[in-house]
């Protein structure tokens, strides 16, 4: 079993940059791929980005390319996404996703997901 708690969110300003962390319990961590996606209020959740076990291996949706970055740290249990230059479209519940395949977090099929944190971008 896997648990997943996002954190980070809040309210930040169009061009500014929020990092949202997702803690996972469980001893097994270091061994899942893992995902952020979001969802906007009306919209289908949408994948966003992931990485494999190790780091050395992350998938992003074209629209955050260049402007986001997920990385993990297994020792800390914990997988990151540092958003830069955020746009008021990126406004968002933001969940994080583990599986122990990484296709089915890139397809949004996880085994587990965490509640969410919220991203709000002004304009």
């Known amino acids: 079993q896997v648990q997943l708690v996002e954190s980070g969110g809040g309210l930040v300003q169009a061009g500014g940059s929020l990092r949202l962390s997702c803690a996972a319990s469980?001893?097994?961590?270091?061994?899942?791929?893992m995902g952020w996606f979001r969802q906007a209020p009306g919209k289908e959740r949408e994948f966003v980005a992931a990485?494999?076990?190790?780091?050395?291996?992350?998938y992003y949706a074209d629209s955050v390319k260049g402007r986001f970055t997920i990385s993990r740290d297994n020792a800390k249990n914990t997988v990151y996404l540092r958003m830069n230059s955020l746009k008021p479209e990126d406004t968002a519940l933001y969940y994080c996703?583990?599986?122990?395949?990484?296709?089915?977090?890139?397809?949004?099929?996880?085994?587990?997901w965490g509640q969410g944190t919220q991203v709000t971008v002004s304009s």
């Open positions: 996703a583990a599986d122990q395949v990484f296709g089915q977090v890139v397809a949004g099929i996880a085994d587990y």
């Open positions: 990485i494999n076990w190790s780091g050395g291996s992350t």
């Open positions: 469980g001893r097994t961590f270091g061994r899942y791929p």
